[in-house]
Nanobody, 126 residues
């Protein structure tokens, strides 16, 4: 079993940056594909970015391409989401998630993930 703890959320002005971190417990972090999701009030939880077990391949939803970067450090059992040029519409609770996956597999759907963190709030003011 994997436990995930997000950190790094907060309040930032439009155009600013934040870096989210997600620390995982357990020894098999490199066996999981990882993803970041977000959920705004009254909306569904949607994929933001995903990364393969090795970190070689990534996926981004269209609205964050060129602004957000997902990365991982398997030695530290941590996945990151660097968010630049933030917009008010990026305001949401951000969740990280872990998925059993094959090498090279990017998991981009909510139902593909097995473990979830508790979420961290990101608020972007205009």
């Amino acid at each position: 079993q994997v436990q995930l703890v997000e950190s790094g959320g907060g309040l930032v002005q439009a155009g600013g940056s934040l870096r989210l971190s997600c620390a995982a417990s357990g020894r098999t972090f490199s066996s999981y594909a990882m993803g970041w999701f977000r959920q705004a009030p009254g909306k569904e939880r949607d994929i933001v970015a995903a990364i393969t077990r090795s970190g070689v391949t990534t996926y981004y939803t269209d609205s964050v391409k060129g602004r957000f970067t997902i990365s991982r450090d398997n030695a530290k059992r941590t996945v990151y989401l660097q968010m630049n040029s933030l917009k008010p519409e990026d305001t949401a609770v951000y969740y990280c998630a872990a998925a059993f996956a094959h090498t090279g597999e990017v998991v981009s759907t909510t139902y593909g993930y097995d473990y979830w963190g508790q979420g961290t709030q990101v608020t972007v003011s205009s």
